[in-house]
């Protein structure tokens, strides 16, 4: 066996004569990899109002969220009528024939604490047909028309809204579809989706189900994600990627939704066992659910991309037959320039494996080639764990650190201009990578640590593939390439560089658009999330970063000290872009008038007792709401309607509210049962009351209903609505509350 008599630190997997310049040929091609799959996400520009009558329209549709989002239509109020008229008053405009369900819709669930909880709403959805020509099914368009109680709703929902209103005149311009298209405007997804949960359970139109196309909006801006899908999606994704102009999606945030508690109205659609797709833009979180969520602050490329996906999408699954939507099994799938990737989710513990077994190819003919050996490997391996952990953790404290700086972003997902943070933290992932690379290269050697790194990358994919199988791609398929290319620069050395740069190149493909969604996605305080698969893509480009390191015996005769002074350059260089970018984002993301620093208020009344309460969740004190409430954050056990969480508080006077009454009736039930109607009476005209019952007891804990009048706080994005309850327990006892908080379950 032939042995190279190099050092180790020249022990790596290709090692050209023209070290420079192909350090300088790999690094600039992944760069316009990167730059190009990163310009291919971004949404397309917009619309003015005279495009073409077939075509989707920013500007056009603009005009509706002008309308819709001009003040704060909570459902129930005068404004959500006068927007509910305007949305009747367009669809007929457009030779539809809108009708209105006006019924009770309800949201049931369980509570903490063995209490079952019920809301009911009373709702007027906005639904408007356009028959099909041989209709095969329905797809229906679907979007709330509701907003939070403490903002106009431009984007969310307005966005949605006037999406589905601009594609409704482009669908009634041109030919009819083969299916019917079904536009459903829905009343109350901010309280309790209860009015997708009434029309999916009681309107006719739904009794046979069908695709459902969501739209949405958790933010300002940024690419339109299709974020959730239902099951067995292959044909739905397979429609997506070949229909949407614009396809931005991925199997990993399928799976990531599935796991969290956020619900919108797809879920309602999705419990009756409708097929479809959820989309939304999520980027410029800081206005989401508070009074900065106005027309102004929508950035139209984001709603013209809307316009196009779902325009597109309701042709093809108009033309579609759509018996044939539903197949065996989810689809794997993320964007790459030019469309999407997808293939069957079956090919995940293939793939997987594959990806095992090429990197173990790799150490063997690594050492067979004398690059490394398997003591070194697994040294490689041992310390690649480094920068996975550190990075992450260093995130973390960096955001901690900003938070202390500026205690309002506690209470925020993002920042008002969150870039320079998210750059901050992907100069903090590189500088862990160099400076760790360039500290232990000469000792344990280029190839060890590049076979080592991709040792983390399996191991990744074969985690996913088993808790999160649309996601196991991010690992192994850089992985994959990685070795492959590894193997190939091995065996044939004169294209070593060539090889390298594929398997870079498609680890960037791959990794860059992940990196830069799931800072929006999951916001700043989860920001090591986005730090550890930018280490990944590093551990993946491994082989080329290696190139931007000297030689063991000196380039053009340089000195060994002074080369290894410059292995640290890129780590120093890394380490001053996170300061410097953390001290940009400091001075430019100043809270003014225009971006206020959130706050956070409630209030509680037991009226049995007289004793009325501030509250306040937030994990911060802030000097606004520090005037009301006090002391460290507790659960209210009195106060059963607001669950588990913890509140700081503060002593409040007593509002004059009037509760509902609950009267029980028993009704005659089988042996063994005990049948109940309850008769729930307001004593103030409300659309909105929520319920809750011991299960164990058969008793009423707690009754109550939002009051038709809301109020806006003095300052930043505190909000007031009044809310009153009444539970029935042994000694009857009344409370009232009020609060301006998004339920943490809903993401629309």
């Known amino acids: 066996m032939a042995v190279d008599l190099v050092p180790r630190a020249d022990r790596a997997l290709i090692r050209p004569h023209r070290r420079g310049l ?68 367009t669809l007929r405009d457009l030779g539809l024939s809108p ?39 329905r797809v229906f368009l679907v979007a709330h028309y509701d907003s939070v109680q403490i903002g106009p709703g431009g984007n969310d929902d307005g966005a ?186 079956w090919l995940t513990w293939p793939l997987a494996l594959a990806a095992l077994v090429a990197t173990a190819a790799l150490a063997w003919l690594a050492r067979r080639r004398g690059r490394t050996t398997w003591p070194r490997v697994l040294g490689g391996f041992a310390l690649g764990l480094i920068p996975v952990l550190l990075a992450p953790v260093l995130a973390q404290v960096l955001w901690v650190i900003v938070a202390a700086v500026r205690p309002g972003y506690t209470e925020m997902t993002d920042p008002y201009r969150p870039l320079w943070f998210r750059l901050a933290m992907i100069s903090l992932s590189a500088a862990v990578i160099f400076t760790w690379y360039a500290l232990l290269r000469r000792r344990v050697g280029p190839a060890s640590l590049a076979i080592g790194g991709l040792g983390w990358l399996v191991v990744f994919g074969l985690l996913l593939a088993f808790v999160a199988p649309g996601g196991a791609y991010l690992a192994t398929l850089p992985a994959l390439a990685t070795a492959a290319g590894g193997l190939l620069a091995l065996a044939v050395p004169r294209i070593g560089v060539v090889a390298l740069a594929a398997g870079a190149a498609v680890a960037t493909v791959i990794l860059v658009p992940t990196v830069v969604l799931l800072f929006p996605a ?27 390191f000297a030689e063991a015996s000196g380039q053009l005769g340089m000195p060994a000290m002074l080369a290894r002074r410059r292995a640290m350059y890129p780590g120093v260089a890394g380490g001053l872009a996170v300061v410097v970018f953390t001290v940009v984002g400091l001075s430019v993301d100043g809270f003014d008038a225009r971006h206020p620093s959130p706050t956070q208020l409630m209030y509680a ?39 588990d969480d913890d509140f700081r508080t503060g002593p409040a006077e007593v509002a004059p509210l009037q509760p509902p009454t609950v009267d029980v009736e028993p009704l005659p039930g089988a042996s063994g049962e005990r049948h109940l109607r309850l008769r729930v009476r307001p004593q103030r ?64």
């Open 22 to 89: 192909a350090a300088l040929a790999a690094v600039a091609a992944l760069v316009a990899v990167g730059a190009i799959t990163l310009l291919d996400i971004r949404p397309p520009g917009p619309r003015d109002a005279d495009a073409p009558a077939e075509e989707f329209s920013a500007g056009r549709a603009y005009t509706h969220v002008e309308a819709l989002g001009a003040r704060t239509h909570v459902a129930g109020s005068a404004a959500n009528d006068a927007n509910r008229e305007r949305i009747v008053a």
């Open 99 to 137: 009708a209105v369900q006006d019924t009770v819709g309800t949201e049931a669930g369980q509570l903490s604490g063995g209490a079952g909880g019920a809301t009911f709403a009373h709702v007027r959805n906005v639904v408007a047909t356009l028959r099909g020509t041989a209709s095969t099914g």
């Open 160 to 345: 949605g809204v006037a999406t589905i209103l601009e594609v409704a005149r482009a669908l009634t311009s041109g030919p009819r579809p083969r299916n019917d298209v079904v536009f459903v405007l829905t009343d109350a997804e901010e309280a309790c989706l209860c009015g997708a949960s009434a029309f999916v359970s009681s309107h006719p139109l739904a009794a046979n189900g069908g695709v459902v196309l969501n739209l949405e909006a958790r933010g300002s801006s940024g690419p339109v994600i299709t974020f959730e899908t239902s099951r067995r999606n292959a044909a739905l994704v397979s429609v997506f990627g070949r229909a949407a102009p614009h396809p931005v999606g991925t199997s990993f945030a399928v799976e990531v939704y599935r796991l969290l508690p956020n619900d919108t109205d797809f879920t309602a659609f999705l419990d009756k066992g409708f097929a479809g797709l959820n989309s939304a833009y999520i980027d410029g979180a800081a206005v989401y659910h508070t009074p900065q969520d106005t027309p102004a602050t929508m950035n139209r490329a984001s709603l013209q991309q809307h316009g196009d996906n779902a325009l597109a999408l309701a042709r093809e699954f108009g033309r579609l037959d759509l018996s044939t939507v539903e197949a065996d099994g989810d689809a794997t799938y993320f964007p790459v320039p030019g469309g999407l990737v997808r293939y069957p989710g």
């Open 522 to 548: 999951l916001g700043l305080a989860m920001g090591g999330v986005g730090a550890l698969f930018a280490v990944l893509l590093g551990l993946a480009a491994l082989p080329v970063v290696d190139l931007l």
């Open 605 to 643: 009344l037991d009226t049995g007792t007289g004793k009325a309460v501030w509250l306040s969740e937030e994990s911060t004190k802030q000097e606004w709401t520090s005037q009301y409430v006090s002391g460290d954050p507790a659960p209210l056990p009195d106060f059963p309607g607001l669950g």
């Open 685 to 748: 005209p409300v659309r909105l009351l929520s319920l809750h019952v011991d299960a164990a007891t058969a008793t009423v804990v707690s009754a109550w209903s939002p009051a038709s009048r809301h109020r806006s706080a003095v300052r930043a994005n505190a909000g007031r609505s009044e809310w009153s309850s009444t539970p029935r327990r042994p000694r009857a006892w009344r409370w009232s509350w009020c609060c301006a908080r998004p339920a943490a379950r809903r993401a629309g």
